[in-house]
């Protein structure tokens, strides 16, 4: 094929998308776990808002599918160069050669141990204001502070809610000229670690302190860590980096999505761990295209060498 494809996201059904609609040949495999598969619904994507993430990925694979592009189930652990192809392997025990290849999954979210995050996570525990932050507007909202972060959160969330807890967890600097801002705008403290989340009927209903005592919340934002977890990048030689943030590490490529390594490209969360689903289609598109332009500049040199 023209290009290989690994993860059927929005950032990688984008890519493809654009790819297809340009006559290249495209093979799309996805593993089948997407990163927001938690979620009840997709939100900030203008048209789409709500859409559960299945059924938007569903829509995305008939949408590339009538262009000519094959989507697998699938997952690829390891890729090399063969003269100008790259040779990746699928799980499955296919073997695929590619001219490009696009990496958009991998992203993986570390979550702070304490009993019953994980559980929840995606739900009625959350890290994103604008990806969740509608759906508890008006509740009790607690932010587990990990790092400064936190403040930053609370601040976004007190738009949401009155009621906001920072539980200030095993944190303990705060910058105080914050904290007594926030304090002037209603947000409460809370000292002491949390021992683990509390629920009733699957629905969050607090947090148990390490002392016994109990915190009610109906909603918990926390703060990952970010990091990109993907045999396949590794095989490749493909290096991570710190990402700008300071929440974890990333793929870092030029504007037009190529990495340090000639013929891969990436976009989406593994590139941007911050980019919502609407963010991370656009990387996509743009991927898609300039993946595009390179490879008619390929065609192009090789036309005139053989002139």
């Known amino acids: 094929v023209d290009v290989l494809v690994v993860g059927g996201g929005p950032a990688g059904l984008s890519a ?3 790819l ?17 598969a938690p979620a009840a619904g997709v939100h900030g994507f203008l048209t789409r808002d709500g859409t559960p993430p299945g059924d938007l990925l569903a829509i995305g694979r008939a949408e590339v599918e009538a262009y000519g592009v094959t ?41 702070p141990d304490v009993p019953g995050v994980a559980e929840r996570w995606g739900r009625d525990v959350l890290h994103c204001p604008y990806c969740h932050g509608w759906e508890v507007r008006d509740q009790v909202v607690g932010i587990l502070a990990s790092g ?3 403040l930053h959160q609370a601040r976004l969330f007190r738009q949401l809610t009155d009621r906001v807890v920072v539980l200030r967890h095993t944190t303990d600097d705060l910058a105080p000229d914050e904290v007594s801002d926030l304090r002037r705008w209603g947000v409460a403290f809370v000292d002491g670690e949390v021992a683990c989340l509390e629920a009733d009927l699957d629905r969050l209903t607090g ?6 005592r109990r915190v009610a919340l109906e909603a918990l934002v926390v703060a990952p860590a970010f990091t990109v977890d993907s045999p396949l990048l590794r095989s490749l030689g493909v290096g991570l980096t710190d990402h700008p943030s300071g929440l974890g590490r990333h793929v870092q490529t030029d504007a037009a999505g190529r990495t340090a390594v000639p013929g891969v490209w990436a976009a989406g969360n593994v590139t941007d761990p911050m980019a919502q689903v609407v963010a991370a289609a656009a990387q996509g598109n743009r991927v898609g295209a300039a993946l595009n332009a390179d490879l008619v500049a390929e065609d192009l040199t090789r036309i005139k060498r053989s002139a």
């Open 207 to 212: 947090a148990r302190l390490v002392d016994g």
């Open 148 to 150: 400064p972060a936190a």
């Open 71 to 111: 989507v697998v189930d699938d997952r690829v652990d390891a890729a090399t160069r063969i003269g100008d192809r790259l040779r990746a392997e699928l799980a499955g025990g296919g073997v695929v050669h590619a001219r490009r290849l696009v990496v958009t999954s991998g992203l993986v979210d570390i979550l």
């Open 16 to 18: 493809a998308l654009m």
């Open 20 to 36: 297809g609609r340009s006559r290249r040949s495209v093979l799309v495999v996805d593993a089948g776990v997407p990163r927001n």
